[in-house]
């Protein structure tokens, strides 16, 4: 089975940075979308970045201040935060869509454990 682990989660001030990151192993996969969705306290779970392909998608309340990159040959891919709002506190969750040649070549989706992002006002 494929597992995600996430990092880089944490307090910052409004304004502020931050670089999440989020690294899948397993015995042997093929990740075909890495994502990033968010949910905050009372809130649906939603998009906030995607990559596949070469292509990148944002959410509209993120763009031009997120960016979601990745290194293939690690598996790993990351979502810069820049110029943070209250509005974007919420618990972080990475998502793999996959080929997991391990599990009968299942095409799937995995998702991390999740990583709690605050931002004070």
């Known amino acids: 089975q494929v597992q995600l682990a996430e990092s880089g989660g944490g307090l910052v001030q409004a304004g502020g940075s931050l670089r999440l990151s989020c690294a899948a192993s397993?015995?042997?996969?093929?990740?075909?979308?890495m994502g990033w969705y968010r949910q905050a306290p009372g809130k649906q779970r939603e998009l906030v970045a995607s990559i596949t392909g070469g292509r990148t998608n944002y959410a509209d309340s993120v763009k031009g201040r997120f960016a979601i990159s990745r290194d293939n040959a690690k598996n790993t891919w990351y979502l810069q935060m820049n110029t943070l709002k209250p509005e974007d506190t919420a618990v972080y969750y990475c998502k793999a869509e996959l080929l997991d040649y391990s599990d009968l070549n299942r095409y799937l989706e995995v998702w991390g454990q999740g990583t709690l992002v605050t931002v004070s006002s």
């Open positions: 397993g015995r042997s996969f093929s990740i075909n979308v």
